[in-house]
């Protein structure tokens, strides 16, 4: 979500050769997108336009965001195009605890933390088991 230059969707399409799919809503940052697509030879998409319009029938098994929103935003965004059983990745900062406080009078969530190897300040947040309240 808001794919913005590329991190960590088009990163994780090019280190694993995973095909994901760029959403983001600025046309110039996607044209920028395709051509790092088209120049690594990474198998991604990139989908212009807002979150709230996409559309993808059969869900997302993974949903990766970074530097978008605060967690409890990123859910509101994520849930409609998570598959049952998915996992959101979130690539949060040091407000992370304040974030997930006051996610959680809104949402029930598994959460899993780890240590961001980019930032000593930041945290990795793997969410499963997403449920408004």
Known sequence: MGSGAGFPGLVVSILKGAPVVLAESDSRKCAFLREAR???SA????REGRLEDMNEPDGFAVILARA???VGKLLELATPLLRSGGIC???KGERVEDELTDARTSWRMDVERFPSAADPRGVVL????????
């Open 68 to 70: 978008l929103a605060p």
């Open 126 to 133: 793997e969410i499963r088991n997403v449920e408004r309240v």
């Open 43 to 46: 198998p991604a998409s990139v």
């Open 38 to 40: 088209r120049v690594t």
């Open 89 to 91: 990745v979130f690539l």
